[in-house]
């Protein structure tokens, strides 16, 4: 509810988190993004194995346009390959990478139990 209710306050602390993310993970990969093999973004729980988290109109205009930002921004830093965590079933390309699921943990299933 307070998502929906209050999304220019979402907006705005999100990009807060964002500006900070950058300053910190920016200096960092100026001086190691050469040697790196992979480098892990940002990641939300925007969906459960059930469905979306959040309203699927709210995340084209809050979420999507902050993914494209994290993602110019690794592009930006590093040559090497980019992740971006996402529990649940969600898959989306709107961010301007395309997405790959690595490991899906099918519903029901333990995590221990897949190898």
């Not at 500006?19 to 969906?47: C, N, P």
Request: hydrophobic share 40%; proline share 8%; charged share 20%.
């Amino acid at each position: 509810m307070f998502l929906a209710s209050n999304p220019e306050y979402v907006a705005a602390l999100t990009d807060l988190v964002l500006e900070t993310m950058f300053s910190a993970v920016g200096q960092l990969l100026g001086r190691i993004g050469s040697y790196v093999h992979m480098v892990s973004l940002m990641g939300e729980d925007y969906a459960g194995q059930q469905g979306p988290l959040m309203s699927p109109a709210i995340y084209p205009e809050i979420d999507v346009p902050r993914q494209r930002k994290v993602v110019e921004f690794g592009r930006r830093c590093t040559d090497a390959p980019l992740t971006m965590h996402q529990d649940g079933a969600i898959l989306s390309s709107r961010a301007g990478c395309s997405v790959r699921p690595i490991w899906r943990y099918p519903r029901g299933i333990p995590c221990r139990v897949i190898r």
